[in-house]
């Protein structure tokens, strides 16, 4: 079935370590994406990618990095830089229509990172 | 940046009864969707708007693109257990030239008691 999976669901760590959350799609989609979602707030979107070997910074890309070296993957580290990053992780990705972006995400199940 | 105000944040309603919520932005957009998000799980889909005025019915589910591009609602008619979850608008502003960069709202929170 295609769809979108991140892992790991849930992850512990210690404050001051680098951590990688992953992200893989078989939908043949061309655009991913990552935000980032604190509870009672909407998700804030941290790096998104439309093409391979190309992503973009959003709103809060301070103390995260990304990689697109496949159509299909799009991992997401949290560097010991974010001042806060225990919070509940969300990829997504959309197809473009005619090099244009609808905005319809689909997301997967998310990755719930909580720092000691 | 750009911001979305969702409202109500929350809502607690009885079986069977009908819902609204609304979205605003103080700037146009291009684009308004509606996602669900079930407890623990990433959103899911439930409209998407492209056009001002524009009416769309999804089963019990009914959103409108506002005619001034700056607003959208959320009706769910006849609400079921199953409704509860969180409600979030979305929208692309038309500034970024459907570079595929969404804004979300704050989310809306719903319990149905059966």
């Known amino acids: 079935d295609g769809g979108i999976t991140q892992s790991p669901k849930y992850l512990f760590r210690k404050e001051g370590q680098n951590v990688t959350l992953s992200c893989e799609q078989n939908?043949?989609?061309?655009?991913m994406y990552w935000y980032r979602q604190d509870p009672g707030q909407g998700l804030r979107l941290i790096y998104y990618?439309?093409?391979?070997?190309?992503?973009q910074k959003g709103d809060i890309a301070e103390g995260y990095s990304v990689s697109r070296e496949k159509k299909e993957s799009f991992p997401l580290t949290v560097t010991s830089a974010q001042k806060n990053p225990t919070a509940f992780y969300l990829c997504?990705?959309?197809?473009?229509?005619?090099?244009?972006?609808?905005?319809?995400?689909?997301f997967g199940e998310g990755s719930r990172l909580t720092v000691l | 940046g750009q911001q979305l105000n969702q409202s109500p944040q929350s809502m607690f309603i009885q079986e069977g009864e009908d819902v609204s919520m609304n979205c605003t932005s103080s700037?146009?957009?291009?684009?308004w969707l509606w996602y669900k998000q079930d407890p623990g799980e990433g959103p899911v889909l439930l409209i998407a708007?492209?056009?001002?005025?524009e009416l769309t019915s999804n089963g019990r589910l009914t959103a409108q693109f506002g005619i001034t591009r700056k607003d959208s609602f959320l009706n769910i008619s006849a609400s079921i257990p199953s409704d509860v979850g969180i409600y979030f608008c979305?929208?692309?502003?038309?500034?970024?030239?459907?570079?595929?960069?969404?804004?979300f709202g704050q989310g809306t929170e719903l319990s149905v008691k059966p």
């Open positions: 997504a990705s959309s197809i473009l229509v005619i090099g244009v972006n609808t905005g319809e995400l689909f």
């Open positions: 939908l043949n989609h061309d655009a």
């Open positions: 990618s439309q093409i391979v070997n190309d992503f």
């Open positions: 700037s146009i957009f291009n684009t």
């Open positions: 708007l492209y056009k001002a005025g």
């Open positions: 979305a929208g692309q502003p038309l500034i970024y030239n459907q570079g595929g960069k969404l804004i």
